[in-house]
């Protein structure tokens, strides 16, 4: 079954402004990720959390990890017409590497 | 580096049909992995390969089998296709003690 839950499902917003995306996911983890996909490509690899940090960063994207809440946010600052795409989290909660993913978002920025 | 490849891009089948999806890694990953998407479903793991050698079942295994043929490839194959199974297929790879899977472009399949 599927573990993580992305909300909202769609956020469109202008340029320039910041783009929030939150997972849910309901067993322990070693670490989620994020993965963006553009519209009939593949996934790519954004970020990685692992479950003893809180927050890390990478460019304009801003990760965040409650393991309490077992909950997790991606924000995007500044966000460009570039990044309409939907979004993905994906937890690891095994020594197998396998992930689980969430539905998704699909962010959608106006120029 | 090519990356993760698969072959073909497009595939329409009839029911009862068979094929089998062609996916290879360049970057000499030990993992692979192979997803299918269907709308607002998210990635959904069918199967997967931890090293050379060795197959496990994902998720939705039902109506597919794998083949680790070698280190860069592994091949999903549908032996009686259903319209179910119609969906978008990802590989993936990973490399040794990492977590971040890299993909493929995907192959979309119909079945009628």
């Known amino acids: 079954s599927q573990q993580g839950e992305e909300d909202p499902q769609a956020l469109s917003i202008q340029e320039g402004e910041n783009a929030t995306m939150n997972c849910s996911y309901k067993?322990?983890?070693?670490?989620l990720q994020w993965y963006r996909q553009n519209s009939g490509r593949g996934l790519v690899h954004l970020i990685l959390i692992r479950s003893n940090e809180r927050e890390k960063h990478s460019g304009r994207l801003r990760v965040t990890l409650d393991t309490s809440k077992k909950s997790s946010s991606l924000l995007i600052t500044a966000s460009r017409a570039a990044d309409t795409a939907s979004y993905f989290c994906?937890?690891?909660?095994?020594?197998?590497?396998?992930?689980?993913f969430g539905k998704g978002t699909l962010l959608t920025v106006n120029p | 580096n090519a990356g993760v490849t698969q072959t073909p891009k497009f595939q329409v089948l009839k029911t009862g049909q068979s094929m089998t999806l062609q996916c290879a890694q360049d970057?000499?990953?030990?993992?692979m992995y192979w997803y299918r998407q269907d709308p607002g479903m998210g990635l959904r793991l069918i199967y997967y390969s931890a090293s050379e050698g060795t197959t496990d079942k994902g998720e939705v295994p039902n109506g597919y089998n794998v083949s680790r043929l070698n280190k860069r490839e592994f091949s999903l194959r549908l032996e009686s296709a259903a319209p179910s199974q119609t969906s978008v297929y990802f590989c993936a790879s990973t490399g040794q003690g990492r977590y971040e899977q890299y993909f493929g472009p995907g192959t979309r399949l119909t079945v009628t």
């Open positions: 970057m000499n990953h030990n993992s």
């Open positions: 067993t322990s983890i070693n670490n």
């Open positions: 994906a937890s690891s909660g095994g020594s197998n590497y396998k992930l689980t």
